[in-house]
């Protein structure tokens, strides 16, 4: 559910008609916390027995671009995720800019508001060069940060010191680079020595296993059923399952 989106294609609903103009979709988080909650129990997903719902608040954007005030986010985020209705679900912030979330994390501060426990702040790390960057969702007071490592382009080595989530996946697409699953055994061990939960998203349309590229059924590499099974992993941290 993106509040500021840049987008290829063509006119969608709640998506920007240019990749290059920042657009803001005020209202959509609200919205979307009248939500009721999920099913106690999804056949198809499993992996969601027993979490509260959750949202990511922009999949096809990011909202910490330049172009969006303190004074948006803090409407459009912080106060939805802190509402009556948006405290029933987490919501999960994932930005390519985790040094300026600090700022607006300290932006709050001296307006004398909180970060609200159920607002996730998390960052994406595609390399080791985007891996120095985890430092900064240290400077946000809250229970759980976590990682979106996806796409995986090369073997990272993670601070994992404060971080409670780490989501691994191959890159989508007909021009995918090689998604080495050596990578992804190596990131979830990382997680097992620090006690994190660690979350197989996909395997990307390129994934390789001992040098050979595997050939999925499923462009995007989603079905677990196609995986080797030490993979099939996907874990929230306990802390999702709190308001339930």
């Known amino acids: 559910m993106p509040l500021a989106v840049f987008n290829r294609g063509g006119k969608i609903d709640g998506y920007a008609e240019r990749f290059d103009k920042l657009t803001l979709f005020p209202g959509r988080m609200a919205k979307a916390a009248k939500l009721g909650a999920p099913p106690e129990h999804r056949p198809d997903k499993p992996w969601i027995d027993g979490c509260s719902?959750?949202?990511?608040?922009?999949?096809?954007?990011?909202a910490l671009s330049k172009g969006v005030s303190f004074e948006f986010l803090r409407t459009e985020i912080a106060n939805v995720a802190a509402s009556e209705n948006g405290q029933r679900s987490f919501w999960l912030w994932l930005t390519k800019r985790p040094k300026r979330m600090g700022e607006f994390s300290r932006?709050?501060?001296?307006?004398?508001?909180?970060?609200?426990?159920?607002?996730?702040?998390?960052?994406?790390?595609?390399?080791?060069?985007?891996a120095g960057q985890m430092k900064h969702l240290l400077e946000i007071p809250t229970e759980v940060r976590g990682l979106s490592v996806e796409p995986l382009l090369e073997p990272v080595q993670l601070d994992l010191r404060g971080?409670?989530?780490?989501?691994?996946?191959?890159?989508?697409?007909?021009?995918?680079?090689?998604?080495?699953?050596?990578?992804?055994?190596?990131?979830?061990?990382?997680?097992?020595?620090?006690?994190?939960?660690?979350?197989?998203?996909?395997?990307?349309?390129?994934?390789?296993?001992?040098?050979?590229?595997?050939?999925?059924?499923?462009?995007?590499?989603?079905?677990?059923?196609?995986?080797?099974k030490d993979l099939r992993v996907r874990e929230f941290p306990k802390a999702f399952r709190k308001l339930r």
């Open 53 to 62: 719902q959750l949202w990511f608040v922009n999949d096809m954007g990011d």
């Open 107 to 130: 932006w709050l501060e001296r307006q004398g508001i909180a970060w609200p426990r159920n607002l996730i702040p998390m960052t994406s790390v595609i390399d080791k060069a985007m």
């Open 163 to 228: 971080i409670g989530w780490v989501i691994v996946g191959g890159e989508s697409g007909t021009l995918s680079r090689p998604f080495d699953l050596a990578w992804a055994r190596d990131i979830r061990d990382q997680c097992r020595r620090a006690g994190i939960a660690f979350f197989v998203k996909q395997l990307g349309g390129n994934p390789v296993e001992n040098g050979k590229s595997l050939k999925l059924r499923d462009a995007h590499g989603g079905d677990w059923s196609e995986w080797p």
